[in-house]
Every structure is written in C-alpha cells, then in structure tokens.
C-alpha cells in the first residue's frame, strides 16, 4: 500500500494559477503511474491527468488540456500538477491516485478510477469568478 499526501490546493480568482503536489511512500515510486482526478459537490469524480510509470507518456482531459502539466520527481517522490489559467468550473477536490501495475495503456485505461490502487485525502481547488 502506498500514502499518498496532498498539498498546495487553495482559493484562487479565474485566471490564476497553484500548483499542487502528491507525496508517495514507498522506495519504488518510480514504477507508478500517477493521476491526478478531481470531484466536484455533487459530481462523480473525473479524470484529470496522468503520468505513467516510466515518465515518457502524459495524458490529460480534454477540458484541461493546454492548461495544466502534470509532471514527476522520483528523486522526491512526488508528482505535480501545475494549474494555469484556472477557471470557475476547475473549482473540486483534488485527488492523487498511485497504479501500482507498472501497466502499459492508453487514455481509456489511465482515466479510469478502477486503475488506481491507492489514493490520497484530496485538496480543496476553489477558484472565484
């Protein structure tokens, strides 16, 4: 089982930026594809962005897409999710999630909930018109 810690979600005005962070224990961190999903009041959860085990693939959302990077220390054992231009509609709880399968796929695959294994607690994303 891997903990997975948030951080650095807050409130922002539309336009603005944050980048948050996920913290991973574990000694083999860089044999996980990491994602990145969010969930807003009343909402199911969706996907945001992933990166896989061996750092060469990213795959994001449509409705992100040109706007946030999800990116990867192994050295520190954290992924990040630089957010630009942030609107209204990112506003949700943000939730990191570790595949542990060391799997080979596409979108269909990484954009599922089921992939993941082991989440974090989520960070509020709050961001004013």
């Known amino acids: 089982q891997v903990q997975l810690v948030e951080s650095g979600g807050g409130l922002v005005q539309a336009g603005g930026s944050l980048r948050l962070s996920c913290a991973a224990s574990?000694?083999?961190?860089?044999?996980?594809?990491m994602g990145w999903f969010r969930q807003a009041p009343g909402k199911e959860r969706e996907f945001v962005a992933t990166?896989?085990?061996?750092?060469?693939?990213?795959y994001y959302a449509d409705s992100v897409k040109g706007r946030f990077t999800i990116s990867r220390d192994n050295a520190k054992n954290t992924v990040y999710l630089q957010m630009n231009g942030l609107k209204p509609e990112d506003t949700a709880v943000y939730y990191c999630?570790?595949?542990?399968?060391?799997?080979?796929?596409?979108?269909?695959?990484?954009?599922?909930?089921?992939?993941?294994?082991?989440w974090g607690q989520g960070t509020q994303v709050t961001v004013s018109s």
């Open positions: 999630a570790a595949d542990l399968h060391r799997a080979f796929g596409s979108i269909s695959y990484f954009s599922k909930t089921s992939t993941y294994d082991d």
């Open positions: 574990g000694r083999t961190f860089s044999s996980y594809s």
């Open positions: 990166i896989t085990w061996g750092g060469n693939n990213a």
